[in-house]
């Protein structure tokens, strides 16, 4: 189903700044851990809680992040070998910084690197787990679209799930324990909660807005990267959403948003069904994130300037509110699904 008619759009004006998409963090380390942490708040004291201490030995609040730490290994060009490379940049990582932690990271991503098949102009594929980029013109997430697969954000949920179910995961997102399903588990259902990490705007050069999947052929000089080729004065717009504002930290997660959390509706299904759902809520709460922004015209560095509407940030913010605390809801739900007694 379409939704085209629903995303409004006006020119802008064009800037060139260098793009890194390596320094994405979705939601940031603060937007995952307060998910992270009002999730702890709701299944405390259950049969969940306790599967959560014997496998992680860890809140969920500190686990939240170690998804996107586990960026910080790289791999030598030279030698092949995976070492983690990350000590010291992030104060949420530190507590992954030792000799044994670092060699956990390092083998999840040389285990994932390359076995789904990265095209020339895709991440490696631990990366691609944390998101889909279905595009605006769509309401739903389904597979076979230009930005979904079977080891995005929808497929690497479930297959955390699966093993912590007893199962096995798939080729394509190989995790080694229900340890390790549950730390990436954590930081997953934050990221599928994240507008600009399951829709995209794609954009030809002239920064009008296209439907890759109308098009005869898949043009991937269309894609923005999450966002991250998308610029607001100099800001990626990508990491303006990652930035929660002050009262979603968690340092200030109170009574108030524990009972937002706990008010949250159950999903109904099989829980191998409920990441798609999520997804496709996500994709219908999104209108914020690109109605009414306009683009200019693509610039050298393959940017496109963006032009926001009044009162953008202010409905950001107010989105952010509620994804986060869905995201806590719903990882409490799942655990508690998954470990019901």
Known sequence: ????????????????????????RAWGPDGHETTGKLADALIAGSPAATQV??????????????????????????????????????????????????????????????????????????RQYHYADV???????????????????????????????????????????????????????????????VEAVYLNPQGQPVDPDQAATFDPATRTVGGNSIFDHGEKLHAEWDQVPLQLTPSHVDANEVARARAVAPTAGDPLTWSAQWATDTIQSADAAFSGVGFAPEDTHHHWQASLPDGYAASRAALQRTQVVKGGARLAQLLQAIWPR
């Open 1 to 24: 189903m379409s939704k085209g008619s629903r995303h409004l759009f006006r020119p802008g004006i064009a800037i060139g700044v260098l793009l890194s998409c390596a320094g994405a």
């Open 53 to 126: 201490r014997k496998l992680i030995g860890m809140s969920l609040q500190q686990a939240s992040v170690w998804a996107d730490c586990a960026k910080g290994v790289v791999k030598d060009k030279t030698t092949g070998k995976f070492a983690y490379k990350g000590a010291g940049n992030f104060p949420e990582c530190k507590p992954f910084e030792t000799p044994q932690e670092e060699a956990r990271m390092a083998a999840f991503v040389s285990r994932n690197w390359t076995q789904c098949d990265p095209k020339s102009w895709e991440e490696t594929c631990h």
């Open 135 to 197: 595009a605006i013109q769509h309401d739903h997430y389904q597979g076979g679209l230009a930005g979904t697969s079977d080891h995005d954000i929808v497929g690497s949920i479930n297959a955390a799930i699966t093993v912590l179910k007893g199962g096995h995961s798939p080729a394509s997102i190989h995790l080694a324990s229900k340890r390790e399903a549950l730390l990436v588990l954590s930081h997953y259902v934050g990221d599928i909660h994240q507008p600009l990490h």
